[in-house]
């Protein structure tokens, strides 16, 4: 297996600054995504990506900053429509097939580090400043919710089969 990281806390800390939010960051909560999938990168060869994504109404678009978040003059509101990817950074890249060992192994510390920005914020570094406690969600595909919650499946193969509810196989 090949596994690719980057620094979580210098990722998501250029992450915010691309879209406008590192100060805000400092000041107040900041609304923030972890992210995982996986994907086929040629036959017999896939991988699994896990990232941080914006999802702040306060942010801008990394590129044209333009808010996220567009109020009219009548008040209405909508979001810019972006491409998920411009507003999400990969922390994280291993070429491996998708298992409950993989999530287990490589994927438990990013988690973790999730768990602990959204707790005890980001400590201040030598160059940067402190950033209050982020409020996480998680974003993941069907088979990624199984293997992190520990349920979901077969009805006939697994004691409990949904992820959303306590409904059993008996």
Known sequence: MVK????????????????????????????????????????????????????????????????LLQRSNEGEERYVTVQSFKLCSLIIVAEAKESKALYEDVYKGFYEWGKQISIHSLSATDKEPALRPFKVTHNSDMKAAWYLSNRGGGCKTTHFFCTLCSCTRD
Do not use: W, Y
């Open 4 to 67: 690719f990281f980057l620094d979580f806390n210098k990722s998501l800390r250029l992450l915010l600054k691309a879209c406008q939010l590192h100060e805000i960051a400092g000041n107040s909560s900041v609304s923030i995504a972890l992210a995982i999938d996986g994907a086929d990168l040629v036959r017999d060869h896939t991988h699994v990506s896990a990232g941080v994504k914006i999802t702040d109404i306060c942010g801008c678009h990394p590129m044209t900053k333009q808010p």
